[in-house]
């Protein structure tokens, strides 16, 4: 026997049936914040603090990011960018 229920809900109603925090306010600053950023200008040394920040495990993280774009990069090129020393 198999049972299918299909529910009609906005993603709004689904985070609340599942409880989940309604995130509206949190993300209302969030651009807000970066409006401001923008309209100041943003530095390099800036834009590299805001990636720090949404990596889960900092500087360690992007490390890690970085080599793993590095090796696909490497691999897409046929390894191109090896250099025999």
Known sequence: MKITIDIDCTPAE???????PDLGPLHD????????????????????????????MGD????IGR??????GSAMTGGLGKRDD
């Not at 080599?67 to 696909?72: A, H, V």
């Open 67 to 72: 080599q793993m774009f590095g090796s696909i």
């Open 14 to 20: 689904a985070r609340s049936f599942l409880g989940l």
């Open 29 to 56: 600053i969030y651009v807000s914040r970066m409006q401001q950023m923008f309209e100041k200008g943003i530095t390099p040394d800036m834009a590299g603090e805001i990636v720090r920040s949404w990596s889960t």
């Open 60 to 63: 360690a993280g992007i490390a």
